[in-house]
């Protein structure tokens, strides 16, 4: 039974993160964490059966002197990430950190640089990354389409309030990296916008166009086409059908991806190989994201992305 606490009872926690655990064999949520009582008590209550065996905690640093974890969950706001990651490597527990990966890229390789490594939460890899990725052949040019976007207020977040290019952009530069398996090459066409980002990802076998947005009906749309306009793989949730497929009992997206993102986490902690995103690749992300914001304040200019390995350096 891999035990796992959870610092920070927000909205991902409440609609996602306990639902997913309380859905996934051999793993139980033991410790909850967050300074507001009244959040800490509702997500308490939302273990249900278990709610006598979830110690609760009004900071993540006592849980984690107090209490056996396997893994720790950190869905608080971005700023706090590498905290909390450090505080669980030093006490030898691996960390499995929501997405933004932290609020630079500075702060991410920092966070790259832990041991145990963290993991990363870009949970569209279990979703439209598991249900593509077949699709997708490993050689040849690509030509990715992906877009993200959602109204902020409709999912009424506690205390994060990330501009889309983190929010939802950063999501949408994981899954092009992880579905065409290419590095990162450089940014262009850039504008961003506190609600709003797009620009186009060069990568080394192929070119992505990401669009986001926080103040817009849901919608989430990956297209791939090979170099010819072959329609390759085409994947749409949001709109009125969605919400008639959810209606007649389909499963819902977001439950399902943190499902096999926490089952990929229990896996990989048992010695399995997954495609569960690390804190390397977290850096990669953020490393596209200062390319985007260099390359809007340049007008949309070209920025290459510096390569991981010498940001490692």
């Not at 893994?71 to 505080?87: C, I, N, Q």
Request: proline share 6%; glycine share 8%.
């Amino acid at each position: 039974m891999m035990r796992i606490g959870i610092a920070g009872c927000g909205r991902i926690t409440e609609r996602g993160h306990i639902p997913a655990a309380l859905a996934t064999p051999e793993v139980t949520v033991a410790a909850l964490a967050d300074p507001d009582p009244t959040r800490l008590r509702h997500c308490r209550e939302l273990c249900g059966r278990g709610a006598e065996e979830a110690a609760a905690f009004a900071d993540a640093r006592s849980m984690l002197e107090t209490e056996a974890l396997d893994l720790l969950v950190v869905a608080t706001p971005a700023a706090s990430h590498l905290g909390l990651a450090e505080a669980a490597a030093a006490a030898g527990v691996p960390a499995l950190i929501e997405k933004p990966p932290a609020p630079d890229l500075e702060c991410a390789q920092h966070i790259a640089g832990l041991a145990p490594e963290p993991l990363l939460a870009f949970n569209r890899r279990f979703l439209q990354g598991e249900e593509l990725r077949t699709a997708v052949p490993v050689q040849g040019w690509l030509e990715l389409d992906l877009e993200l976007r959602f109204r902020r207020d409709g999912w009424g977040s506690h205390e994060a309030h990330d501009e889309a290019l983190l929010d939802a952009g950063i999501h949408l530069i994981d899954l092009a990296c992880h579905l065409s398996g290419a590095d990162p090459i450089a940014v262009r066409a850039a504008t961003i916008s506190p609600e709003r980002a797009a620009f186009e990802l060069e990568l080394s076998r192929g070119r992505a166009r990401i669009s986001c947005a926080t103040d817009r009906g849901h919608r989430e749309a990956v297209m791939i086409r090979e170099r010819g306009g072959k329609v390759l793989a085409n994947w749409v949730w949001g709109g009125i059908r969605s919400r008639l497929k959810a209606a007649a009992g389909g499963p819902e997206p977001l439950l399902l991806s943190l499902q096999r993102q926490l089952a990929a986490a229990r896996d990989r902690l048992g010695g399995t190989d997954t495609p569960i995103a690390t804190a390397a690749d977290g850096v990669r992300a953020m490393a596209i994201v200062e390319a985007a914001r260099q390359s809007a304040t340049l007008d949309g200019a070209e920025v290459t992305v510096a390569p991981l390995a010498e940001m490692s350096r």
